[in-house]
């Protein structure tokens, strides 16, 4: 591979962490205040619980894109 190409990978994996890590938190707040994710109680529903998996494994992911992007970046530059 050569190294503009592996630069673009490396960019490609930052630019598509930087977007996870902004929308999913910002998407877990709107699914918070849903009325569905809680009961008549208060305790948390299926709906809610669902959605915080989903995001919790989305994040995971980014930040492993941005671990590998920012590892891809410095071994293509030195």
């Given at each position: 591979?050569?190294?503009?190409?592996?630069?673009?990978?490396?960019?490609?994996?930052?630019?598509?962490s930087?977007?996870?890590?902004?929308?999913?938190?910002?998407?877990?707040?709107?699914?918070?205040d849903?009325?569905?994710?809680?009961?008549?109680?208060?305790?948390?529903?299926?709906?809610?619980t669902?959605?915080?998996?989903?995001?919790?494994?989305?994040?995971?992911?980014?930040?492993?894109q941005?671990v590998?992007?920012?590892?891809?970046?410095?071994?293509?530059?030195?």
């Amino acid at each position: 591979m050569t190294d503009a190409v592996g630069v673009v990978g490396a960019i490609l994996l930052l630019i598509g962490s930087a977007f996870s890590l902004l929308v999913w938190p910002a998407f877990l707040r709107r699914v918070a205040d849903d009325e569905r994710a809680r009961d008549a109680h208060g305790k948390p529903t299926r709906f809610l619980t669902v959605h915080v998996t989903l995001v919790s494994v989305a994040l995971i992911i980014a930040i492993a894109q941005l671990v590998v992007g920012v590892w891809w970046l410095i071994d293509g530059v030195l």
